[in-house]
Every structure is written in C-alpha cells, then in structure tokens.
C-alpha cells in the first residue's frame, strides 16, 4: 500500500506559475506509476499528466501540454507537478494517484487504473 500526501496548491493569479508536491509512504516509490488529475466543482476528474515508473517517462494532457510538467524524485518519493502560465479554467483541486506498475512503458490516462488517490489540493486561479 501507498499513501500520498499533496501540498503546494493555493490562490495565484493568471500567468502565475506553481508547483505541487506529492509525497508517497512505502519503500517501493519508484515502482509505482504516478499520474495528476484535476476536478473542478460540477466536472468529472480529468487527467492531467503521467509519468511512468523509475526514472519516468512524463506524458500529458493536450489542455496543459508545454505549460505544465511532471517530475519524480525517488530518492524523496516525491512527484511534482510544475504548472506555468496558469490560466482560470486550471482552478480545481488537484489529485495525485499512483498504480503498481514497474517496468511498465504504459502511458494510463484513466482514473480507474489508479489504486491510491491523495486527498488533493486546492489550486484557484484568478483572473
């Protein structure tokens, strides 16, 4: 099992940039995939970025492509989610998730291939 832990989210304005941490439990982080979704009030989780096990490949969401990027520190069994440019339509809270899947190429966009959710973190933009 895996717990995970977001921080980092707040009030920023548009065109501000910021960055989210996510913080995994367990010996075993770099096994797992890790991925971000978001859910603003009224809307489904939507995917946002992936990155795969080990040193991770990252992959994203065509909406924040070239604004936001994934990273993962196994040594601290962090992930990161850099967000620039940040836009109004990013205002939702931000979910980390995690799936066991070393060795794993597999680029996973669905929310239910995701066995471990942090509790999220709110991000709102202003315009």
């Known amino acids: 099992q895996v717990q995970l832990l977001e921080s980092g989210g707040g009030l920023v304005q548009a065109g501000d940039s910021l960055r989210l941490s996510c913080a995994a439990s367990g010996p075993t982080f770099s096994s797992y995939a890790m991925a971000w979704f978001r859910q603003a009030p009224g809307k489904k989780r939507e995917f946002v970025g992936g990155i795969t096990w080990g040193d991770g490949s990252a992959y994203y969401a065509d909406s924040v492509k070239e604004r936001f990027t994934i990273s993962r520190d196994n040594a601290k069994n962090t992930v990161y989610l850099q967000m620039m440019s940040l836009k109004p339509e990013d205002t939702a809270v931000y979910h980390c998730?995690?799936?066991?899947?070393?060795?794993?190429?597999?680029?996973?966009?669905?929310?239910?291939?995701?066995?471990?959710w942090g509790q999220g973190t709110q991000v709102t933009v202003s315009s």
């Open positions: 998730a995690a799936r066991w899947a070393p060795y794993s190429s597999n680029r996973v966009e669905s929310p239910g291939a995701f066995n471990y």
